[in-house]
């Protein structure tokens, strides 16, 4: 007899997987418990060369109280049925909503979505998971708060604890998330709720103000992890400065990404730039411009020649750098000096600013994202080649110039290897560099999705016998990313697993624990 479910999770029968399901239904509700195909459509779309099939869900369930989420735990450690937490479900060319294997149940909390609290003088916030950053945009402008936001390019979908709990990044000075994150509630897999830091404190004010509170310091071991359930989480917010200077600088030589980086990584370290610097590829951006198809006739990757070409017909620049000065006019004025003097040294910049460039969708929806605002512009990445195949693939080197050409000459070679375009950009940290690639891909090509896999698995292990680590991976390559960091952390993750989680019921497989 066919099974009433799509899937189920690996190694759980029927007539458990009914019991958890009833229970499930007794906690959350009949229509907060969802089975059909019809309704689980929306968690198994992937962006994945892989068959839909392998990240298929076996149920959604919604919660929307830490109380619903503490008796969930307590029904999959009985009937042994593993979850897959989201919050806001939009980790785009990460793995989606999807769960990392099939047969887990998607535990989607968007529905507990209320801000808890906003300080306007000490300037944080404290959410629960499904909190969107539009919800809070819109919450700042209605309260008229001076208060900023830093978000991931599809700011209004995704939301600050998703974004966050997978280390996520945006481009204002509060772009590197983790680093700004700021006590956390956690549900354990045995129920217990754990505040961390000064969270542990019954009576303190101080949870959202100082993070390390007394002993191990453990809101790390909660990201990119699969030891709790996150369930409210703390964040600083930048208070709005009185001016924001954005701006973009052209080069025309793929060789001159060496001498951007070197200009820039003291800019950065010294807080001239306070904002990641992003320097940009002509690919990467594209399509907010051009069609591939007037450039490229036939299979294979784009040719350089026809890479100059778009460049000169659409005024871009081969590398495309953004940055933004942030303070008092005096400050912005200062700094925008020391800026162009730098950049301007060697003849080869050209600078931009808003006033230059008008409603230029390319510099325009960068200036945007500065500021912490809503522009979904980035999502032209994908009408590059159609077909909706994405994968993110994002090796940390240093900051140095040294570490551009070498990484991009050998992601070129990996991916025209496989017909695929070099879609990509340097992002200059403080210390550290990721190089972003979008391998973009036409997921309704069977011969493209295999060859995108092959890529993908190559770039991952090209790149760390290099090692050029990974900082964040989508669900289908969790492992082969989590091996090449070695036996010892892979083996200090699974005693933690062990110990927490004794009997695997939270995102087994997320970064490769279990
Ligand atoms: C065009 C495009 C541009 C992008 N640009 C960026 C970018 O600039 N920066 C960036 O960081 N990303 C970017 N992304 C990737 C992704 O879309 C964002 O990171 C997005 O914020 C992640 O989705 P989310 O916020 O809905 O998180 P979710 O999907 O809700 O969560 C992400 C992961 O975190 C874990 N998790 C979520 N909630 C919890 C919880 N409550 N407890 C424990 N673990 C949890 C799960 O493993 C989950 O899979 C981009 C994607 C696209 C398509």
Redesign the pocket.
């Known amino acids: 007899m066919a099974s009433k479910y799509i899937a189920l999770p690996k190694g759980v029968s029927e007539k458990s997987f009914d019991a958890a399901v009833k229970e499930f239904r007794r906690v959350l509700g009949e229509a907060h418990v969802l089975v059909k195909a019809e309704q689980l459509a929306p968690y198994t779309k992937t ?1 994945m060369p892989v068959p839909d099939a392998d990240h298929t869900a076996s149920a959604a369930i919604m919660a929307t109280t830490v109380e619903q989420i503490q008796k969930i735990v307590g029904i999959c450690n009985k009937y042994k049925v593993p979850i ?14 999807a769960p ?1 294997e099939r047969g887990q149940v998607v535990l989607d ?2 529905r507990m979505n209320r801000i808890l609290e906003v300080d306007g003088d000490l300037c944080y916030a404290l959410v629960e ?1 499904g909190v ?1 950053y539009r919800q809070l945009y819109d919450y700042f402008q209605e309260h008229k708060l001076p208060l900023w936001l830093s ?4 700011s209004a ?7 966050t ?7 204002t000075p509060y772009g590197e ?1 983790f680093l700004n994150a700021c006590g956390m509630e ?1 549900v354990l897999a045995n129920g217990e709720i754990l505040r961390t830091a000064m969270g542990g404190l019954s009576k303190s004010n101080t949870w959202q103000c100082f993070k390390w509170g007394y002993g191990p310091y453990l809101d790390g071991i ?5 030891y ?4 409210k ?1 703390g964040f600083w917010l930048q208070p709005a400065p009185p001016v924001c200077k954005p701006f973009q600088i052209q080069y025309q030589n793929e060789a001159d990404v060496e001498e951007i980086v070197e200009i820039m990584r003291p800019l950065r370290i010294s807080g001239v730039i306070p904002n990641s610097g992003v320097i940009a590829h002509a690919l990467y951006e594209a399509a907010l411009k051009a069609k591939r198809s007037d450039y490229v006739k036939g299979p294979g990757s784009i040719s350089d020649d026809a890479v100059r070409q778009l460049v000169s017909d659409h005024k871009m620049g081969i590398w495309n750098v953004y940055a933004a000065l942030y303070g008092t006019k005096e400050q912005v004025d200062v700094n925008w000096k020391i800026v162009t003097d730098a950049f301007g040294k060697s003849g080869k910049a050209k600078f931009l600013t808003e006033e230059d460039v008008g409603d230029d969708p390319q510099f325009g929806y960068r200036a945007v ?1 500065m500021r912490g605002g809503m522009d ?1 512009r ?2 032209s ?2 009408n590059w080649r159609g077909g909706g195949g ?1 994968l ?1 693939f994002a090796p940390v080197s240093q900051a140095r110039g040294s570490e551009t050409l070498k990484q991009m000459k050998l992601a070129k070679q990996i991916l025209s290897r496989h017909g695929l375009d070099y879609t990509g950009e340097f992002i200059v940290g403080l210390r550290d560099m990721h190089h972003i690639l ?1 391998m973009v891909y036409d997921r309704t090509d069977p011969e493209m999705t295999k060859a995108a896999y092959q890529c993908f698995d190559e770039l991952i292990t090209e790149f760390s016998a290099l090692g050029y680590g990974s900082y ?1 991976t989508n ?1 289908a390559f969790m492992n082969k990313v989590a091996e090449t960091y070695g036996p010892v952390q892979r083996s200090i993750n699974r005693r933690l697993k062990k110990a927490l989680d004794p009997n695997g019921i939270l ?1 087994p497989g ?1 970064s490769g624990i279990r």
Do not use: C
């Not at 709790?228 to 369930?231: D, K, L, R």
């Open positions: 962006m897959w937490t989201i919050s806001t479900g939009k980790n785009l060319g990460y793995g989606s909503a990392a909390l968007h998971p969107t978000v991931p390019a599809p979908i995704a939301g600050p604890t998703g974004n709990m997978d280390r996520g990044v945006g481009y998330h956690v909660f990201t990119q992890s699969n709790g359930i996150v369930t989480f994202l979904m980035e999502f990445l994908y994405s993110w979008d964040r669900t995102a997320k």
